[in-house]
């Protein structure tokens, strides 16, 4: 049983996934879809309720990340309490963006590691997690029970070869910050399989506050090279408009951005320095213009399918 939430505007990245499994070549065992039924009453309070019954079923819910945050947690606990009460034969949850995951780390006195409470409300519920591009990959560790980290990197490289074959000749993988390096050497290492080669250049920042940099000073050599800046979490672009305008004043030939998860909280009106805009369906995001959307419904939905079957999920790495 898919489950998600119709009010959501990732209904359809859920919907996607249950259509790859029901077309799925030799599936041998059934599957349905239900809806979270939300009912609102006049003080704001609200209950969640699944529309079908669950009971003894393989239950997968689609967590729509394109909610305010506050929403976000809120109906998380709402609907994991619904189907802990339903009796399921297991309970997964596929965050296609796992929100809070900047909060990773007691960085301040008195603060919340955000991203461990909702690991240890996950763990109270649910018996296996999905997400792709984790901020911070040593999440997973504040989970007690199995949760699975994807990559998009196998699914981007794809779509460069189909539709953008040329950027990847006298190509220059650039992190947009220091923290980024282990991320973009990762995805060199990523091409070099394909045989494609590249060179790798590291952006250094100086924040005059936070979501505001001041200065970018890139390491490397872009000089008439094409440039694919990748990143895991785009929010006000700031940094990646940034680092766009500092390759090209360091001579870049072409300049391209991939970040998975698209936030864009101050709009995209801004980004006319790049050629191109990369990012994933796991957000809903404005298509056209320079902006460019890559499909990770059928990554997510063989994942959910190997789940389901029990087969591994390692070659999806690759």
């Known amino acids: 049983m898919i489950v998600a939430d119709p009010s959501g505007r990732g209904y359809g990245f859920a919907k996607g996934i249950y259509d790859y499994i029901c077309d799925k070549e030799g599936r041998e065992f059934s599957i349905s879809f239900a809806d979270i039924e939300r009912t609102v009453f006049r003080d704001g309070e609200y209950k969640m309720r699944i529309s ?18 506050k929403q976000w947690i809120t109906d998380l606990l709402f609907v994991l309490e619904a189907m802990g009460d339903s009796s399921p034969s297991e309970v997964n949850v596929v965050f296609p963006y796992f929100r809070f995951a900047r909060q990773d780390r007691k960085d301040a006195s008195r603060v919340c590691v955000n991203s461990k409470a909702i690991a240890d ?21 504040y989970f007690n029970i199995p949760f699975d980290n994807l990559f998009s990197f196998p699914v981007l490289v794809h779509y460069l070869k189909s539709k ?43 924040r005059a506050r936070v979501n505001e940099v001041d200065e970018i000073k890139v390491m490397g050599d872009v000089q008439g090279k094409n440039c694919l800046v990748v ?16 390759l090209k004043e360091n ?68």
Do not use: W
């Open 121 to 141: 409300l996950v763990t109270l519920y649910a018996d296996r997690g999905l997400t792709i591009d984790l901020h911070a990959p040593q999440i997973q560790e």
């Open 231 to 246: 990143d895991d979490i785009i929010d006000t672009g700031g940094t990646l408009i940034k680092t766009g305008h500092a």
């Open 52 to 69: 079908h019954n669950i009971r003894r079923k393989k239950c997968f819910y689609v967590h729509d990340p394109n909610k305010e945050a």
């Open 251 to 318: 001579g870049a030939s072409k300049v391209v951005a991939y970040g998975t998860h698209g936030l864009f909280t101050e709009g995209v009106g801004q980004f006319d320095v790049f050629d191109n805009i990369m990012t994933s369906d796991s957000l809903i995001n404005q298509a056209g213009g320079n902006f460019e959307t890559i499909s990770l419904v059928n990554l997510f939905g063989e994942a959910v399918y190997r789940t389901i079957v029990g087969e591994s999920l390692s070659s999806l790495f690759e």
């Open 164 to 206: 953008h074959p040329e950027l990847l000749s006298n190509i220059v993988v650039v992190s947009p910050d220091a923290g980024g390096g282990g991320r973009a050497g990762a995805f060199q290492k990523r091409l070099a399989k394909d045989g494609i080669n590249s060179d790798l250049a590291i952006c250094y920042k100086r």
